[in-house]
């Protein structure tokens, strides 16, 4: 059985990232971890009472971590949270969210997140999902300058 923080430090360890947000005592706690074994790395945390205080950020980060934040976070302040780290070019997120009435599968996919995992851990059980800049959006063969009515016009002109 993985456990929450297994989860989190296998996606911290295949995306070796220089630069960690971290929200949520699990999140902290691995981040913690990672930055022992790579004194480089830099972390940043934010306040689970208040997240977008903090927002946006001065730089992009490679990896963003959240955990037991959501739940205690009214829906719209944890919506703004993942939107705005989403937004702004967080290059990868993974939300650990558990049991909650608050969130469903389909706020966080409207999100551009996917469901990753479901997990059992100390607290009841979590649902992990993610978000990564570089697969979100996948190429569509229609979206080239041959399939516009004006492919002349292609890149130059933005309403």
């Not at 630069?19 to 981040?31: K, Q, S, W």
Request: net charge negative.
């Amino acid at each position: 059985m993985t456990t929450p923080r297994e989860i989190l430090a296998r996606i911290i360890d295949s995306t070796q990232p220089e630069t960690l947000l971290c929200c949520g005592t699990v999140a902290h706690d691995v981040a913690q971890i990672w930055q022992q074994h790579r004194g480089e790395a830099r972390i940043r945390s934010l306040d689970t009472t208040d997240p977008n205080a903090s927002l946006p950020l001065d730089t992009v980060q490679d990896l963003a971590l959240i955990s037991d934040t959501l739940e205690h976070l009214p829906h719209d302040e944890g919506a703004l949270l993942l939107g705005q780290l989403r937004n702004y070019g967080t290059h990868q997120i993974a939300v650990l969210v558990g049991e909650t009435p608050d969130w469903a599968f389909t706020d966080f996919i409207g999100l551009g997140f996917r469901r990753h995992a479901e997990l059992q851990g100390d607290g009841g059980s979590f649902t992990l999902y993610t978000y990564n800049l570089d697969t979100y959006n996948h190429k569509r063969a229609w979206n080239n300058p041959d399939n516009w009515a004006n492919p002349e016009m292609w890149g130059k002109a933005w309403w």
